[in-house]
């Protein structure tokens, strides 16, 4: 199945600002930092315009991104899958979606649900701040 732009920019747009969360840095010195305004950057984020390549080759440099899971939401070499794991974390996340009464798009939820299982797949716990703060990154 073909996505459109705005799907695909939509997607990375939620990766990008959990990883920018993660490192913990605002959008205003992610902008800096890889040269571009900070309009330019939030519309990244939001989804509304792709991430230059430029831009990209400076995240990975100066950050240590996975362009990767940036722009395709896998690991650049791939490990072993745990399926269990990744069914516990959607239930969780899911779970959580619907007690909470939180909505997020399909696309955004895929961002959450990637980042998580990354984390545990390189041994990284994720507690629940973490994924509180991922949740409101992407909300509606």
């Known amino acids: 199945m073909v996505r459109d732009d705005a799907e695909l920019f939509a997607e990375i747009?939620?990766?990008?600002?959990?990883?920018?969360?993660?490192?913990?840095?605002s959008q205003a010195a992610m902008a800096e930092a890889i040269g571009v305004s900070h309009r330019a950057y939030h519309s990244y984020e939001k989804g509304k315009r792709g991430v230059p390549v430029e831009a990209l080759v400076k995240m990975q440099s100066r950050y240590?991104?996975?362009?990767?899971?940036?722009?395709?939401?896998?690991?650049?070499?791939?490990?072993?899958h745990d399926f269990d794991a990744l069914k516990h974390?959607?239930?969780?996340?899911?779970?959580?979606?619907?007690d909470e009464g939180i909505k997020v798009k399909s696309?955004?939820?895929?961002a959450i649900?990637?980042?998580?299982y990354q984390s545990h797949v390189e041994g990284r716990e994720?507690?629940?701040?973490?994924v509180h703060t991922w949740i409101e990154l992407v909300r509606e």
């Open 13 to 25: 747009g939620a990766r990008l600002a959990i990883c920018r969360n993660e490192i913990g840095i």
């Open 126 to 130: 994720v507690t629940d701040d973490d």
């Open 64 to 80: 240590d991104i996975d362009v990767a899971w940036l722009l395709l939401g896998t690991k650049s070499i791939r490990v072993g």
């Open 89 to 98: 974390i959607e239930s969780s996340l899911d779970k959580h979606l619907t």
């Open 113 to 116: 649900v990637a980042r998580w």
């Open 107 to 110: 696309e955004k939820r895929g």
